[in-house]
């Protein structure tokens, strides 16, 4: 328990005081406000707090680049061979894209995991876009060229799922 604006707080309970309570509902009456000196002195505490607290959180995280750790003839192979195929076949999802990718056998690609990497590094450098399509309550991301108007395109099926009903 410690001392806090006159009342004794107890560890875990709600940051605002019943003076910060008390001062809120002063404001938001219609009687002019602040009246005395306490009670501005009062909301000066109070909005100090505000700006301590606020000045307190952290940002979001900046996403550092993507480094690829592929030579670039080979990352360029790749990319190429992945744009290809987005263009060709209009939006996919990543594992639509994986499938086709599979299908043309590239040597330097090793995973879907490295190209998860690969489109998320076109997608950096403006090669690729990506699109979020709302079927529902489910949404799905596609991956589509800047060139493609995904109004026009045809959209891949929907995937059967659990909470979906059977016709």
């Known amino acids: 328990m410690y001392f806090q604006h006159g009342l004794h707080i107890k560890e875990g309970q709600c ?19 602040p009246r005395t000196r306490e009670e501005s ?7 100090f707090g505000t700006a301590v607290r606020w000045a307190a959180k952290k940002g979001k995280p900046k996403m550092k680049p993507v480094e ?8 360029q192979s790749i990319s190429r061979a992945i744009f290809d195929v987005v263009k060709e076949h209009g939006p996919l999802t990543l594992s639509d894209t994986w499938d086709h990718i599979k299908g043309i056998g ?11 990497i690969m489109i ?8 690729l876009r990506q699109i979020c399509c709302h079927n529902g309550a489910h949404k799905q991301f596609l991956y589509t060229t800047w060139f493609t108007n995904p109004k026009n395109t045809p959209l891949p099926p929907r995937i059967n799922r659990k909470d979906d009903p059977k016709p």
């Open 15 to 33: 940051s605002r005081t019943r003076r910060e309570s008390f001062l809120l509902a002063r404001l938001n009456s219609n009687k002019t406000f």
């Open 41 to 47: 002195e009062g909301l000066r505490e109070m909005v």
């Open 120 to 127: 998320r590094w076109m997608r950096e450098r403006q090669k």
């Open 68 to 75: 690829l750790t592929s030579p670039p003839e080979q990352a």
């Open 106 to 116: 590239l040597r330097g690609l090793t995973g879907k995991r490295q190209m998860k």
